[in-house]
């Protein structure tokens, strides 16, 4: 398997402007999430899916994120507006059915989004 | 919430020493995993380990769960051992502490 897809791996947008995040999980894997990675904040958990329903999303800063999970294979991460704050590098990480005794999180390549 | 505390913050080495990492949390916890973030950005998942003992080449993590506390070693440390190590806990969601930054010079 090619591992946790993330796309584009690099954004700078200017400040007002709607930011899209791409993620392809690891075939198979029924959680998903998306973290944020600022210098100040560390890793944060912002949202998770579990079977593409959301969980938990007490970590998503304001209603100007939003996250989907429209399907297995996919799932996005929206900021609109964008605003320089939100720059952060955002990961996407999945991992297998809770039930299973042996779960582990696996992370995409990151996001580097600068918001100017 | 549950409080992760790495220590130490950083850690600089020569090529060959050999380190411990400790974390500490405040609560119990369902899981607890290992990660390295490589001078890239990548992060490796290194060990899934809520309890025991684990060992995988060069590194090996022990969490004593009742005491609250795991340690992850690294023997004969190589320069690409360098980057952040993470300790990351769970008990309703994973939470990560703030990482152990290393450096191994030649």
């Known amino acids: 398997d090619a591992g946790v897809i993330q796309s584009p791996r690099h954004e700078v947008t200017e400040m007002g402007q709607e930011v899209t995040l791409r993620c392809k999980p690891i075939s198979g894997h029924n959680s998903l999430f998306w973290y944020r990675q600022t210098m100040m904040r560390g890793l944060e958990l912002l949202i998770y899916f579990n079977n593409n329903v959301p969980i938990d999303d007490s970590g998503m800063p304001e209603d100007r994120f939003s996250a989907k999970m429209p399907n297995a294979s996919f799932s996005t991460l929206k900021i609109q507006p964008s605003e320089p704050r939100d720059s952060a590098v955002y990961f996407c990480?999945?991992?297998?059915?809770?039930?299973?005794?042996?779960?582990?999180?696996?992370f995409g390549s990151g996001t580097q989004l600068s918001v100017l | 919430g549950i409080q992760v505390e790495q220590s130490p913050p950083d850690l600089i080495l020569q090529e060959g020493a050999n380190s411990t990492l400790r974390c500490n949390f405040s609560?119990?916890?369902?899981?607890l995993q290992w990660f390295h973030q490589n001078p890239w950005g990548q992060l490796i998942n290194l060990f899934y380990i809520p309890s025991g003992t684990k060992q995988n080449g060069r590194l090996s993590a022990t969490t004593v769960a009742t005491e609250r506390y795991s340690l992850l070693y690294i023997s004969s440390s190589q320069t690409t051992d360098s980057g952040v190590y993470f300790c990351?806990?769970?008990?309703?969601?994973?939470?990560f502490g703030t990482g152990t930054r290393l450096q191994v010079f030649p």
């Open positions: 609560d119990s916890v369902n899981n």
């Open positions: 990351a806990v769970e008990s309703d969601k994973l939470i």
């Open positions: 990480a999945s991992s297998p059915d809770p039930a299973e005794t042996n779960e582990k999180l696996f």
